[in-house]
């Protein structure tokens, strides 16, 4: 099996005795946020941004998160110590905690925080060399609301179809029929004239950690950006194609349906500069 550990409310607990009663909202109505990160070098890598996050998801949705930050940094550092300093990625849960049979969080008594880590696997060395095959999902419904980290079975079964039909993402469009990401990542692509685009926020996307890392790294690196509402013809004229996620952090993208990408030097240019990224805080 998976070499797994876990906390649950900050005490260590072993992963076949830990249980979630059935009355958690987050159980019983998905009524939960969470955060996605990864340890590098002993330390959670980006952790102001992701702190920033994780407060904006609970503040929209009325949760007041049930420790401090120091206290969580603190389980954090915990879990990085109990596998040795190897590098993890580490899912981070609250849950809305045990309530009434009703969707109303209001007499919720007490939320609760759940840490998962594992050691981090990435895609193989020659997914990051040639790039992956990525899939149109063509039903269109955007981040239920905005940019939350939340649980979304729409985000679980755009990638279950993807997979079955032998691509590695999918991409969503919005109701408007503009790009907005992939069921797990952030999409980018860059222009034959070396320009690189993104979907805004305004896409219905999550604001992905990696995202703004990668933003600030294209502008470092001396790239244009252009961040917008893009339609998938927009899309068919990149020249390079790649995704964005904490564990995965950019991947080349090969293929899109039938159509053919190159795993060209600007994208190789923004992966260098993501393996030796410093440790920053970003806007969120
Ligand atoms: C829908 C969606 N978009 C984008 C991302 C990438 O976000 P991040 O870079 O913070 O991992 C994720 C990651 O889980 C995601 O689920």
Redesign the pocket.
């Given at each position: 099996m998976e070499t797994l550990k876990l906390m649950m409310d900050g005490q260590p607990v072993a992963v076949e005795q830990a249980t979630i009663p059935v009355m958690d909202h987050g159980f019983l109505f998905g009524d939960c946020i969470y955060?996605?990160l990864r340890s590098r070098n002993g330390q959670p890598f980006l952790w102001a941004t992701?702190l920033k996050?994780l407060h904006y998801s609970a503040s929209q949705i009325d949760l007041e998160l049930p420790c401090s930050d120091d206290v969580l940094r603190a389980e954090f550092q915990t879990m990085i110590d109990a596998f040795e300093g190897q590098d993890l990625q580490m899912r981070f849960i609250v849950t809305r905690g045990v309530g009434p049979l009703s969707h109303e969080p209001g007499q919720c008594i007490k939320p609760c925080r759940i840490l998962i880590a594992r050691p981090l696997t990435k895609p193989s060395g020659h997914q990051y060399a040639k790039g992956v095959a990525l899939y149109r999902e063509e039903a269109t419904n955007p981040?239920e609301k905005g940019h939350i980290?939340s649980g979304?079975v729409k985000?679980v079964l755009a990638l279950h179809r993807a997979q079955q039909l032998g691509f590695y993402e999918a991409i969503r469009l919005n109701p408007q029929g503009k790009i907005a990401?992939?069921?797990?990542?952030?999409l980018f692509w860059f222009d034959a004239a070396g320009v690189l685009h993104t979907p805004s926020v305004e896409a219905g996307?999550?604001?992905?950690?990696?995202?703004?890392?990668v933003l600030y790294l294209a502008v470092q690196a001396g790239f244009p950006l252009q961040e917008g509402l893009y339609t998938w013809s927009d899309l068919q004229q990149a020249s390079e194609v790649f995704i964005?996620?904490?564990?995965r952090g950019i991947l080349p993208v090969s293929r899109i349906g039938n159509q053919i990408y190159a795993v060209g030097s600007n994208t190789q240019t923004l992966m260098d500069r993501l393996e030796r990224a410093p440790d920053i805080e970003l806007d969120f």
């Open positions: 955060e996605v992701h996050r981040m980290k979304n985000m990401e992939c069921a797990t990542s952030n996307i999550l604001k992905g950690v990696t995202r703004e890392l964005t996620s904490t564990s």
